[in-house]
């Protein structure tokens, strides 16, 4: 039973670049949610995808935006890089049942901004 | 939305009980408290979570107070590979929303 995959594991871009993080869920999930991880803290919910369509959102920018597609997997695209952006990058899968389906995390991607 | 509190560090000796507390004394009554551990460039992996009653799986215990406004996540037998931040999280209703806070730094130690 695969769980959460994540490409790449590792990238470096330049500043004002843009950068696409693809996420594979957990087999018979439907929901995929992104996380940003930056040194010394603890993860950063960016937003949520169910059935194709962006369903909640955490506090961060419009150059952050995302995609699910009809097999559940799912991207995160980031526009204009900012040395800021550099952090791990978590992608979390779900069954939508409410609070009582945990969420299961891939092992990231970590984003160096230079 | 609700937040936790933890202690930052904790040591605990190999083979003996690791109880780890938490606070999130804002929580609703619909709000789960879920238990991650994250290992050092790996995700985070879920342990365990609870409403109101006392859980229990085959990776820990989940010990949570009757007012809901405390917990304490409980390793019976700890071992060096349980090395790890360990975060407690009340997840917001209806969502896949997690508020991490900066979580408890486990050492087993020999």
């Known amino acids: 039973d695969a769980g959460v995959t994540q490409s790449p594991t590792h990238l470096i871009k330049t500043r004002g670049q843009q950068v696409t993080l693809r996420c594979s869920p957990k087999?018979?999930?439907?929901?995929v949610s992104w996380y940003q991880q930056a040194l010394g803290q603890g993860p950063q919910f960016i937003f949520q995808?169910?059935?194709?369509?962006?369903?909640q959102r955490g506090n961060f920018p419009d150059r952050f935006s995302g995609h699910q597609f009809p097999n559940y997997s799912s991207e995160l695209n980031v526009n204009a890089l900012l040395l800021g952006d550099s952090a791990l990058y978590l992608c979390a899968s779900s069954l939508l049942q409410g609070e009582n389906s945990p969420l299961h995390f891939g092992n990231g991607t970590r984003l160096t901004v230079t | 939305d609700a937040k936790t509190t933890q202690p930052p560090s904790m040591d605990c000796a190999e083979g003996r009980a690791a109880n780890l507390p938490c606070n999130h004394s804002t929580i609703s009554g619909n709000e789960y408290v879920y238990w991650y551990r994250q290992i050092h460039s790996q995700g985070p992996q879920y342990i365990i979570h609870g409403l109101k009653n006392n859980e229990t799986n085959e990776m820990a215990s989940l010990i949570i107070t009757e007012d809901r406004k405390s917990s304490t996540l409980i390793l019976p037998h700890a071992t060096l590979r349980d090395t790890a931040v360990y975060y407690c999280i009340v997840r917001v209703a209806g969502t896949d929303k997690l508020i991490f806070g900066t979580g408890t730094r486990l050492q087993v130690f020999p």
């Open positions: 087999s018979g999930h439907d929901t």
């Open positions: 995808y169910y059935e194709e369509e962006e369903r």
